[in-house]
């Protein structure tokens, strides 16, 4: 059956033709993407005679049968987060991709140096810790300049700004337990990076941008900071 359960979670109408967005708790909603009509996946639970299985499906299947989308296939949720955990992991010696979507911080100050890439996780967290001190003088700039021309409206946007992105370092930080690093970052040596041993949602918004299903068995996942990788998916 092409229909079959129960949809979990709310999804926005729209044409075949149109991506849909999505707001959900789960991180792959809206970055888990159909490898044959371009079309995000959607979370289903199915409710059979014994057992609960859970799964990700083309949309457009799911809405349209096999109108739009002939091929696209049904992946189980354990064996995907697993793949995406084993990728993850491969990235995890390459520091200087989890760093890369960080580099986008727009501080106005022109004087700001760039931070070289990363190349051990006490030097991510270092860079980490650089960029948000850079915040934090962006903010105190900002303040100095509001309080002088009494004027608090005109950079409104940028204060959320620059809390936004301090917020993210911290989830960053705390996601990767990067604290661990601080008595290395202080004596400035190498340390290899842990693994993950457990699906994460946290870690999976911050780190991955698209996850395109090729088939039954393959994923291309391109991270945030520019890697792409094909990964199997170990049934």
Same mark, same amino acid.
Request: proline share 5%.
């Given at each position: 059956?092409?229909?079959?359960?129960?949809?979990?979670?709310?999804? #926005? =109408? $729209? *044409?075949? &033709?149109?991506?849909?967005?999505?707001? @959900?708790?789960?991180? +792959?909603?809206?970055? /888990?993407?159909?490898g044959?009509c371009?079309?995000?996946?959607?979370?289903?639970?199915?409710?059979?005679?014994?057992?609960?299985?859970?799964?990700?499906?083309?949309?457009?299947?799911?809405?349209?049968?096999?109108?739009?989308?002939?091929?696209?296939?049904?992946?189980?949720?354990?064996?995907?987060?697993?793949?995406?955990?084993?990728?993850?992991?491969?990235?995890?010696?390459?520091?200087?991709?989890?760093?890369?979507?960080?580099?986008?911080?727009?501080? #106005? =100050? $022109? *004087?700001? &140096?760039?931070?070289?890439?990363?190349? @051990?996780?006490?030097? +991510?967290?270092?860079? /980490?810790?650089?960029?948000?001190?850079?915040?934090?003088?962006?903010?105190?700039?900002?303040?100095?300049?509001?309080?002088?021309?009494?004027?608090?409206?005109?950079?409104?946007?940028?204060?959320?700004?620059?809390?936004?992105?301090?917020?993210?370092?911290?989830?960053?930080?705390?996601a990767?337990?990067?604290?661990?690093?601080?008595?290395?970052?202080?004596?400035?040596?190498?340390?290899?990076?842990?693994?993950?041993?457990?699906?994460?949602?946290?870690?999976?918004?911050?780190?991955?941008?698209?996850?395109?299903?090729?088939? @039954?068995?393959?994923? +291309?996942?391109i991270?945030?900071g520019?890697?792409?990788?094909?990964?199997?998916?170990?049934?």
């Open positions: 059956m092409e229909r079959r359960g129960e949809a979990v979670g709310a999804i #926005e =109408s $729209s *044409s075949p &033709e149109r991506p849909k967005t999505y707001s @959900s708790k789960h991180a +792959l909603r809206g970055i /888990l993407i159909c044959e371009g079309t995000p996946y959607r979370r289903c639970v199915w409710h059979m005679s014994n057992k609960i299985r859970t799964v990700w499906r083309c949309c457009n299947r799911l809405d349209h049968g096999k109108k739009y989308c002939k091929h696209s296939p049904t992946l189980d949720e354990e064996p995907l987060q697993q793949a995406l955990i084993t990728a993850i992991n491969h990235q995890l010696y390459r520091p200087e991709y989890l760093l890369a979507p960080f580099n986008r911080a727009s501080l #106005e =100050s $022109s *004087s700001v &140096e760039s931070i070289p890439p990363a190349k @051990s996780w006490p030097e +991510l967290y270092a860079n /980490l810790l650089e960029l948000q001190r850079r915040i934090d003088h962006s903010f105190v700039e900002l303040l100095m300049q509001c309080a002088e021309r009494k004027d608090w409206k005109t950079h409104e946007s940028q204060f959320r700004e620059l809390v936004k992105q301090r917020a993210e370092y911290d989830e960053y930080i705390d990767f337990d990067m604290q661990q690093y601080e008595e290395e970052r202080r004596k400035n040596t190498y340390h290899l990076p842990f693994q993950l041993t457990e699906y994460n949602e946290t870690i999976i918004r911050q780190v991955l941008d698209t996850v395109r299903v090729l088939d @039954s068995r393959r994923l +291309l996942i991270f945030k520019g890697a792409e990788v094909e990964q199997e998916i170990e049934l």
